[in-house]
């Protein structure tokens, strides 16, 4: 069963960017992920459906893919990427607090890496 993937339907349609190809079957609008690969090996993104020839409806991952082509057209910024510490610094403190996490060091057998 093949896996769905949420389409904007609802924003108006874009220009289909110049590296991206359609699959004319399906409707899809991909991109090509590995340059330094020939084509046939390269793997492949969706990126949204094919509204025309020229056209498309995005999905999220034309928005994290191009977040300037993004805002360009819908006016709002496409989502960034955040790195979050808040669980892994909880539970480092607690663990460092009650000992736990030497116990786990000389338990486990991983040495570090120089």
Request: charged share 25%; aromatic share 10%; no cysteine.
């Amino acid at each position: 069963m093949k896996k769905t993937r949420h389409v904007f339907k609802n924003n108006a349609e874009i220009p289909i960017p110049k590296e991206a190809y359609t699959n004319r079957n399906g409707g899809e609008v991909r991109v090509y992920l590995d340059p330094d690969v020939p084509r046939r090996q390269s793997r492949t993104m969706v990126i949204g459906k094919m509204a025309s020839a020229t056209t498309m409806y995005p999905n999220a991952n034309f928005r994290m893919r191009y977040p300037d082509l993004w805002e360009e057209h819908y006016g709002e910024k496409g989502p960034r990427h955040y790195v979050r510490f808040g669980a892994y610094l909880a539970a480092l403190s607690a663990g460092t607090e009650t000992g736990l996490y030497g116990v786990l060091q000389g338990a486990l057998p991983i040495s570090p890496t120089p």
